[in-house]
């Protein structure tokens, strides 16, 4: 069976570049940290992936602190900061935050004291978009790094999260991303890396692929790679709206990310939906792959205000720049048919 990865905001696949840098890295054998030629050589790695992904950012000037993931990032950015979010944010993010800001039925959060609070930029299950507020303490970039226009150093936030995995890189590698002289306290502490910020050994590997991919990707978005993608995205909700006149496409009124669609039947639970769609030769999600495995409700789309039966009914197709305008048909045509079943046995 022909197989469609559809899940690009899990995970996307690994880009050319970014495995061609990784295998270049695993040939040199110092530790960055290591003053003789070997160190020298690996470090130079280490600082070119910096560069790349500082530029690919809009962060020249920033500092680019590499940590093991967006979710490491996150607690390195937040711990002890008492930072307020709203709930929509990944759990990497509530995790560490205070309060809650205000969401409204269109997935845009209300933030009164941008100093003290941490928006998203992109929603990873909806894809909306989020415009942030000048001085705001810290934003979660990561599904946004790639996809859409952004740069660091005029979006109004002292922080950014990234992740290489969601652009083509590596999995296992992040970055927080800072304003040049931002206080940030290291959590791992021994060896004094990373600028004093983030001890232990470098992952060069992981890092080379880190800046390869994003360098990639952000030729990929000057080249208008993404505005094909929402062309596709276009054909399949087209595609799945003629079959389902209550179809609800979340945030379809609003900015989203170009290759993102989340859409409920009420009553068709997502879970089933996801493992209808597997079984047929898809791969697409129920929300956060963070949450994979756990049969519930959408916090997010709890935090917008739907119900728990919708909230518990939405499904994710993500797409990328590989997904071609018969995949997205044959999903919709895979997805009518479980639709149909559905509704004879509700009849």
Known sequence: MARSYLDWNATTPLRDEARDAMIAAMDVAGNPSSVHLEGR???????QARGQVAAALGADGADVIFTSSATEA???AMRGRGLQSGGVEHDAVLAWAKGSLAVDASGQVSCDDPARSTIQLANGETGILQDLP???ALTDATQAFGKIPFAFNWCGAEMALVSAHKLGGPKGIGALVVKRGS???????GGGQEMGRRAGTENTIGIAGFGAASEAAAKDLANGIWD??????????????????????VGNEVARLPNTSCFI??????ETQVMQMDLAGFAVSAG????????????????????????????RVSIG???????????????????????????
Not at 183 to 189: G, M, R, Y
Not at 242 to 247: A, G, L
Not at 265 to 270: A, E, L, M, Q, R
Not at 308 to 313: C, L, N, T, V, Y
């Open 228 to 249: 094909e993608v929402a062309e596709i995205r276009k054909i399949l909700e087209l595609a799945l709206a003629e079959s389902e006149k209550d179809t609800i496409f």
């Open 265 to 270: 039947v009420p009553g068709w639970k997502g």
């Open 183 to 189: 206080d940030v306290s290291a959590q791992l502490k």
């Open 134 to 136: 000048e001085g705001l």
């Open 41 to 47: 050589a690996a470090l130079a790695i280490v600082e």
């Open 321 to 347: 720049p590989q997904t071609t305008k018969d995949d997205v048909l044959r999903f919709a045509t895979a997805w009518r048919g479980h639709l149909g079943k559905f509704k004879a046995r509700r009849a």
């Open 288 to 315: 956060s792959a963070c949450s994979s495995g756990k049969v519930r409700a959408s916090k997010v789309l709890l935090a917008m205000g739907y119900d728990e039966e919708a909230a518990a009914s939405a499904i």
């Open 74 to 76: 996150a607690a390195l």
